[in-house]
């Protein structure tokens, strides 16, 4: 790979997840044929486990839009579209002096703004409802 502009700017997941998928990366046997390197095919494997498969330019832009009420560092929402924390807790550390910055209520806004604009992970299952499933695994095997 080559680089012809240093420091252009910051990319999200989805924007590398694109490159790789425009360069030949994908989870077939012709994979083996690209001309990607085995660490970019690595970088991909992870990468399409990840909220990135599902994103797409228009709703990161959205996302970006609706941020701005917020008045969000650019590494924030960066942050927010490559994790897409999906309660409170997780929204948490990503945002600096979050006590001093954000009012409850507007703490709970960026996360339903969150939760409406940005799709979860492939096989996502949230730790309470996993916790509910094998639950009840247990009980259907006694």
């Given at each position: 790979?080559?680089?012809?502009?240093?420091?252009?700017?910051?990319?999200?997941?989805?924007?590398?997840?694109e490159?790789?998928?425009?360069r030949?990366?994908?989870?077939?046997?012709?994979?083996?044929m690209s001309?990607?390197?085995p660490?970019?095919?690595?970088v991909?494997?992870y990468l399409v486990?990840?909220?990135?498969?599902n994103?797409?330019?228009d709703?990161?832009?959205?996302f970006?839009e609706k941020?701005?009420?917020f008045d969000?560092?650019?590494a924030e929402i960066?942050?927010?579209?490559?994790?897409?924390?999906?309660?409170?807790?997780?929204?948490?550390?990503?945002?600096?002096?979050?006590?001093?910055?954000?009012?409850?209520?507007?703490?709970?806004e960026?996360?339903?703004?969150?939760?409406?604009?940005?799709?979860?992970a492939p096989?996502?299952?949230?730790?309470?409802?996993g916790?509910?499933?094998?639950?009840?695994d247990?009980?259907?095997?006694q």
């Amino acid at each position: 790979m080559k680089i012809k502009q240093g420091s252009a700017g910051i990319l999200t997941n989805y924007e590398v997840l694109e490159l790789l998928r425009s360069r030949g990366a994908s989870k077939d046997a012709t994979r083996l044929m690209s001309s990607l390197k085995p660490s970019e095919l690595k970088v991909y494997d992870y990468l399409v486990e990840t909220v990135a498969c599902n994103q797409t330019t228009d709703i990161i832009n959205e996302f970006r839009e609706k941020c701005s009420e917020f008045d969000l560092a650019p590494a924030e929402i960066l942050n927010i579209v490559n994790t897409r924390p999906y309660n409170r807790a997780f929204l948490y550390p990503i945002l600096e002096a979050c006590d001093s910055r954000f009012s409850d209520e507007k703490h709970e806004e960026l996360a339903n703004l969150v939760a409406e604009v940005l799709p979860l992970a492939p096989h996502h299952v949230k730790p309470d409802e996993g916790a509910l499933e094998n639950k009840n695994d247990v009980e259907s095997e006694q």
